[in-house]
């Protein structure tokens, strides 16, 4: 498998533009995560989605951010409008049934994201 | 509220052997992750505990003590490659993933 594939990786934008992350899951697992990174931050869980329904956004910042899990093989996370303070690394990661055992989440590669 | 501490940053010298310690406090408990993650790339996964004791994988080592809200991730034999940062996280009540904010570990020669 290819692994999780996010898209694109590199986004550098101006504020007020909107900004559309993209992310391809792991065939077959069942949970996706988006994750925000900073230095100041660390990671943080934004939204998670379970078999294509959103579970838990209560890590969306605010109503700018919203993502979508149309299928089992793709999912976007949305800023509208996008601000200097979202810039950041975003990653997306998903799993098989992540309240099971050991079933650790695979990461993407990430994009990064630049709001000027 | 939910917390866990690990070290901002270690320094260590090759072939030498490492501590990263992590304490939590968690709604819950229902396991914890260990992820590495070299700078500029995503985290990886190292290990997983969720009973008491220690799990041995290779070079790498973790141990768990649920009544402490304790674990600690030992590096033996260190390389440079290991120079990254080590993601401890806590599997709560709701299955929800917890992170730390990482631990940097630099590599001398």
């Known amino acids: 498998d290819a692994g999780v594939i996010q898209s694109p990786r590199h986004e550098v934008t101006e504020m007020g533009q909107e900004v559309t992350l993209r992310c391809k899951p792991i065939?077959?697992?069942?949970?996706l995560f988006w994750y925000r990174q900073t230095m100041m931050r660390g990671l943080e869980l934004l939204i998670y989605?379970?078999?294509?329904?959103?579970?838990?956004d209560s890590g969306m910042p605010e109503d700018r951010f919203s993502a979508k899990m149309p299928n089992a093989s793709f999912s976007t996370l949305k800023i509208q409008p996008s601000e200097p303070r979202d810039s950041a690394v975003y990653f997306c990661?998903?799993?098989?049934?992540?309240?099971?055992?050991?079933?650790?989440?695979?990461f993407g590669p990430g994009t990064r994201l630049t709001v000027t | 509220g939910q917390n866990i501490d690990q070290p901002t940053e270690m320094t260590a010298t090759e072939g030498a052997i490492v501590q990263i310690n992590c304490t939590y406090q968690t709604s819950g408990f229902n396991g914890l992750f260990w992820y590495q993650q070299h700078a500029g790339e995503a985290p990886t996964f190292l290990s997983y505990n969720v009973l008491d004791g220690l799990e041995e994988k290779g070079r790498f080592s973790s141990f768990l003590s649920r009544s402490k809200g304790y674990s600690y991730l030992l590096l033996k034999e260190l390389q440079m490659k290991d120079s990254a940062s080590y993601l401890c996280a806590v599997r709560d009540s709701n299955y929800q993933l917890i992170w730390g904010a990482g631990t940097k570990l630099i590599i001398k020669p």
């Open positions: 990661a998903s799993s098989l049934a992540g309240r099971e055992d050991s079933y650790e989440q695979y």
């Open positions: 989605f379970n078999n294509n329904v959103p579970i838990d």
């Open positions: 065939s077959g697992h069942d949970y």
